[in-house]
């Protein structure tokens, strides 16, 4: 069976999430479904999912292009608003949200609003949305860049949208993983497929390696899973 770097990160994103844990997703989160429907249908399937669509536990039986597909309100539990979103959050209900960026630095901050200044943009990100204030409150929020890219992982952010100067973050990428926060950068595990030497090709910020750890490859009955909710193969677009 063939491994790609959609199914590793996917993997990955999918590990991180215990069974119990109760788990979020914004707007324009296809990945993190998929990581979510993963990880329910194999480790954790008493994971509780609050939908940005307003669904509380829907049916993800097939991952769809888009998060706010009014299909993944089909076979929910219950409905939550978005202010109920927020409130769960600030009460210190969620344990995870995937978070995206355009940009992320070494200390863990990411742009999501603008590439320049925000007066005088070059180009205009589609904005920070909820995660500004969403960030903070989660128990563990984890960063989350598809395409690992010097443009991707730079040495510091053009725009600060996100920051979360008082706790260190997990970066998972198509390439490797991160530990992010003050004091900088560390690469916790390279994937089989990319050398050291690629690593820092593709990688803006300065970091240090905490080991020779090489990623562990997806388990086939993993990969069947993935295979089975992403049965059109929407993540290999996204991912790489």
Partial sequence: MKMTAADTLVTLMASALEDGAVVATGVASPLAILAIAVAQATHAPRLRYLACVGALDPDLATLHR???????????????????????????????????????????RTNMSAIGTLAKPRAKLPGVAGAATLRRWIKRPILVVPKHTPRTL????????????????????????????????????????????????????????????????????????????????????LIG
Avoid at 70 to 94: E, K, M, Q, W
Avoid at 162 to 170: L, Q
Avoid at 190 to 195: A, G, L, M, T, Y
Avoid at 209 to 231: G, H, M, Q, R
């Fill in 66 to 108: 888009s998060s706010e597909d009014l299909r993944f309100l089909d076979g929910r539990s219950g409905d939550v608003a978005i202010p109920d979103l927020f409130d769960h959050a600030r009460r210190g209900r969620i344990d995870t949200i995937f978070f995206g960026a355009a940009q992320v630095d070494g200390e863990g």
């Fill in 154 to 237: 730079v040495s510091a952010v053009d725009v600060i949208s996100t920051a979360d100067p008082e706790r260190r973050v997990v970066l998972l990428t198509d390439l490797a993983t991160f530990e992010l926060g003050e004091g900088g950068a560390v690469l916790t595990s390279r994937h089989p497929w990319v050398s050291y030497d690629q690593i820092a090709e593709n990688t803006g910020f300065s970091y240090a390696i905490a080991d020779d750890s090489v990623t562990e490859l997806p388990a086939p009955s993993v990969v069947d899973a993935i295979n089975s909710i992403d049965k059109h193969g929407l993540r290999h677009g």
